[in-house]
């Protein structure tokens, strides 16, 4: 399946694409934790909800950021140079498969466990925010057997005039 190739190549990226910036010393208002598992919630609730369409609006910058480094990276596929776009479409599809997928079930969210610290301008939330949790979901290769439970362990947040936005995620 060309998605599960794909999705290979993208799980290597996020690993690839880790900051390993010494955190500065400063500390995060209790307001902005609140706002920023507000987000966090938000984006739990879409995927709890199976909204495909809120999802991707709330991953949207992180994406973005992403397919950006995708392109730059000139990742070769099947003889093409993968493109933005074509990373793009890459993850709304596997988030769409996970999502329609008869099996699809999430586990609770504990904000509690998360842990909070500053890199410059931004926040990164480390932690696990479940996408999927299930022993029966084949995310890679269907019917190998392959089974997948899917987190997010860091989140990178930015506040903009608006509120904070998810600017990178790594799974």
């Not at 880790?18 to 706002?35: G, I, M």
Request: proline residues 2%; negative net charge; hydrophobic residues 45%.
């Amino acid at each position: 399946m060309r998605r599960s190739a794909f999705l290979v190549a993208l799980l290597l990226l996020a690993v690839m694409g880790r900051s390993h910036a010494a955190p500065a010393p400063a500390t995060l208002s209790a307001q902005d934790k609140e706002a920023i598992c507000a987000v966090i919630q938000r984006l739990h609730q879409a995927y709890e909800k199976r909204d495909l369409e809120a999802v991707m609006a709330l991953e949207q910058e992180a994406v973005d950021s992403k397919a950006a480094q995708v392109e730059a990276s000139g990742i070769v596929e099947d003889g093409r140079k993968l493109t933005a776009a074509a990373y793009k479409d890459a993850i709304r599809g596997c988030t769409e498969e996970i999502l329609n997928h008869k099996d699809y079930k999430l586990r609770e969210l504990e904000l509690q466990d998360l842990a909070f610290k500053r890199v410059g301008d931004r926040v990164e939330v480390c932690g696990v925010v479940p996408i999927i949790a299930t022993d029966r979901v084949e995310v890679v290769a269907p019917g190998s057997g392959m089974m997948a439970s899917l987190t997010y362990n860091r989140f990178t947040f930015e506040k903009r005039a608006d509120g904070w936005h998810i600017v990178g995620m790594d799974l």
